[in-house]
């Protein structure tokens, strides 16, 4: 018998997995909603067969990933630089540097797929575990990683970085 | 602090999220994903073609001429060829759509192929059944509307120089429609997906 109350339950308890995941996705407050319920459908289809072999958080943040980037959603505005300046400086000094909303703004920036792996090595997750996620390689993971870190430097270097969310 | 401590330490709020965790709300969700838009689109396609093969038989005992029985014979072969195409595709989004927990690249390419899947059905169905189908229409239409005999029916000149103009007329615009509609369903998903799918084979 699946409990509503029981998964309700788990999902109050680690909603805050949905929530970055659709803020870093959704196009509008619309969008918004329509993914919300979408990835808590989803959940639900799933939750009879999630037999707790993984932490329900990881089960979440891949069901929120798989089917927030198989939905129909609106293109969002990528408005990065191709270019990025030269600098002297550890790329990491920047991100370190800013709070979690201009962080945010930044990774929306990104493409959808390094949306995903940035996302997951914030939480913490290794690079075997992001490669076995995605179905890529590992060594394939370290070298996104290292362009998308880049990347983020120069758009939180950039004076109107702010704005361009 | 570095960044991953930082992301790890925003616990972010909203109300919309919270209204859908209320008891019951789960029940009354109405799915927009495009796989199972599609397989509403697929199980109502399968009921359809059901349907209208039952008026092939129908229109097969009523008009029993070999040129009719010929055509909706042939029409009614490839509709269950397509029904079956269908079924199978519709019982592998079932699947698919019960298990959203594999590797992302492999869960694109599966979204891809069965939505590219549903395409080429659509075009099977325009380029094969069509011009049966439409031959098929025709003659029944013209015995229909006359009262003759088909014998009687084909001596006409009129009618049977007609027949090619009306294939050559409604397949094309039955086959295009099919895509436009397919398209204008899918088509800026599977470039989407597409999309996905090379961005993460690009570091393979």
């Known amino acids: 018998m699946v409990s509503e109350s029981a998964f309700l339950e788990q999902i109050r308890a680690n909603q805050g997995i949905i929530l970055k995941v659709v803020s870093l996705y959704a196009a509008d407050a619309e969008e918004k909603k329509d993914l919300y319920q979408e990835i808590l459908l989803q959940c639900w289809k799933g939750w009879a067969q999630f037999r707790g072999d993984s932490k329900f958080s990881t089960w979440l ?50 493409t959808d797929t390094d949306r995903a792996i940035i996302l997951l090595h914030l939480e913490g997750y290794s690079n075997p575990e992001i490669a076995e996620w995605l179905g890529i390689s590992s060594n394939g993971i370290a070298v996104k990683l290292y362009r998308i870190r880049q990347r983020l430097a120069a758009l939180l270097k950039a004076p109107d970085h702010e704005r361009t969310s | ?86 079924w199978t595709l519709y019982r592998a989004i079932q699947t698919t759509t019960r298990n959203s927990t594999r590797p992302l690249l492999e869960e694109l390419k599966l979204h891809h192929d069965e939505i590219s899947a549903w395409g080429r059905i659509q075009i099977k169905l325009g380029i094969f059944v069509y011009p049966f189908a439409a031959t098929g229409g025709y003659l029944c239409g013209g015995l229909a509307r006359t009262g003759l005999t088909l014998d009687q029916l084909l001596e006409r000149g009129r009618f049977v120089y007609l027949l090619p103009v009306v294939i050559l007329v409604l397949v094309p615009l039955g086959y295009l429609a099919s895509k436009w509609m397919f398209r204008r369903s899918f088509g800026k998903l599977l470039i989407q997906l597409k999309g996905l799918i090379d961005s993460l084979e690009d570091e393979q």
């Open chain 1, 61 to 110: 943040y891949r069901i929120s990933l798989n089917t927030v980037l198989t939905s129909m959603r609106k293109k969002t505005k990528l408005v990065y630089q191709d270019e990025l300046p030269e600098t002297a400086e550890p790329v990491t000094n920047h991100i370190e540097q800013e709070d979690s909303q201009a962080l945010q703004t930044a990774i929306r920036q990104l």
């Open chain 2, 1 to 86: 602090m570095n960044e991953q401590a930082k992301w790890q330490d925003w616990k972010p709020e909203d109300d919309d999220l919270n209204q859908l965790l209320k008891p019951g709300s789960i029940q009354k969700l109405q799915p927009g994903h495009p796989l199972i838009k599609l397989t509403r689109g697929l199980r109502r396609n399968i009921i359809w073609s059901l349907l209208i093969l039952i008026g092939y038989v129908m229109i097969m005992i009523i008009f029993p001429y070999w040129q009719v029985l010929l055509t909706l014979t042939i029409t009614s072969a490839f509709t269950i060829y397509v029904v079956w195409g269908a």
